[in-house]
């Protein structure tokens, strides 16, 4: 599997962005879940949102509830990270990552990683 992540850039603080992450090869028929992660410069790699299957089951970090949405479009092997309120602190390169557990939350349990995006949110 092959993802490959877009949509990131640089916002005022307030805005939005929505980030794409399209899969390629053996895709969503595995039945993967699939997640965001972020890292800021110095610190780990961590989780931001977690999407089922079947999308049915949606899990975030604290610090993005009520602000972020993942989503996805199985018929276009496409997850979504629609990104508002943004502030500072959120300033990181973004990763969407795949794996065969039903849910996972490190980044251990992830088999494929795309190649990021990054994310700038200007005060």
């Known amino acids: 599997v092959q993802l490959q992540a877009s949509g990131g850039g640089l916002v005022q603080a307030g805005g939005s962005l929505r980030l794409s992450c399209a899969a390629s090869g053996r895709t969503f028929s595995s039945r993967y879940f699939m997640g965001w992660f972020r890292q800021a410069p110095g610190k780990e790699r961590e989780f931001v949102a977690g999407?089922?299957?079947?999308?049915?089951?949606?899990y975030y970090t604290d610090s993005v509830k009520g602000r972020f949405t993942i989503s996805r479009d199985n018929a276009k092997n496409t997850v979504y990270l629609q990104m508002n309120s943004l502030k500072p602190e959120d300033t990181a390169v973004y990763y969407c990552a795949a794996t065969r557990a039903a849910i996972a939350t490190f980044t251990t349990a992830y088999d494929y990683w795309g190649q990021g995006t990054l994310v700038t949110v200007s005060s």
């Open positions: 999407i089922s299957w079947s999308g049915d089951k949606l």
